[in-house]
């Protein structure tokens, strides 16, 4: 089955620096890479989300990016704010109408004001 | 459009009970998942419903189950409750019309089985 891997598992930047967090993937029949910022005792919330057929989406201050070859899909946040704090899940699907989502264990970034 | 809901928020149950989780989607989305989060494991697939079947399964035993109703409304239940099963339920639904579908999560049921 479908592995994902995330590192590092904790990120601290200061306010208004770039945070990247980098996850790799096993199942080269993934296709589908969504990003889930959670806060502390809140949901997970799909904040952006890349298919296989793109090299890189953004919005506004979130882009992401795909390496099929190397199989590594990258979350980048530009201009932190101290409301980027949260921990960040990245996750990978299967091809098809497949809901099973495989995530990686989590990174806390903590942006410093 | 309402999001996501799941009763109760949380739970408090003994050791060999048993338990039910409910989970209402987003109107017009057809496909429930449900998730165990716990901070060893972080989040890990349960299973599927679509169209009142189970489309996927999750790694999990037999004790977890789950139902999905003609309304999309979702159950699901552990029978003969472990301490390891103390863990955040969450469960997300989809409009199941992309492949694959962009999941939405509700807010959780925290589980805790003393």
New interface residues.
């Given amino acids: 089955g479908e592995n994902v891997e995330q590192h590092p598992s904790t990120l601290s930047v200061q306010e208004g620096d770039s945070a990247v967090i980098k996850c790799t993937y096993s199942d080269s029949a993934s ?2 890479f ?1 990003w ?1 910022k959670q806060e502390l005792g ?5 904040i952006i ?1 890349i298919r296989s057929n793109v090299g890189e989406k953004k919005d506004q201050r979130i882009a992401v990016t795909l390496n099929k070859t190397a199989k590594h899909f990258s979350l980048h946040i530009t201009e932190t704010q101290p409301e980027d704090s949260a921990v960040y ?1 990245c ?1 990978a ?14 990174i806390t970034l903590s942006v410093r004001p | 459009k309402a999001g996501v809901t799941q009763t109760p928020r949380y739970l408090i149950k003994t050791r060999g009970q048993q338990v039910t989780l409910s989970c209402s989607p987003i109107s017009g989305h057809r496909s429930v998942s449900w998730y165990q989060q716990t901070p060893g494991q972080g989040l890990q697939f349960l299973f599927e419903y679509f169209s009142e079947t189970q489309r996927n399964k999750g790694n999990f035993p037999g004790r977890f189950s789950g139902r999905q109703f003609s309304n999309s409304r979702s159950e699901m239940n552990v029978s003969t409750l472990e301490l390891g099963d103390s863990a955040l339920y969450l469960c997300a639904s989809s409009f199941a019309g992309a492949a694959p579908p962009e999941q939405y999560f509700g807010p959780g049921t925290r589980l805790t089985v003393t």
Avoid: H, V
């Avoid at chain 1, 809140?42 to 799909?46: A, C, G, I």
């Avoid at chain 1, 699907?93 to 989590?106: D, I, P, Y």
């Fill in positions: 296709n589908y969504p889930y809140k949901r997970p919330q799909l989300d899940f996750a699907s299967e091809s098809g109408a497949n809901s099973k989502l495989t995530f990686g264990k989590g």
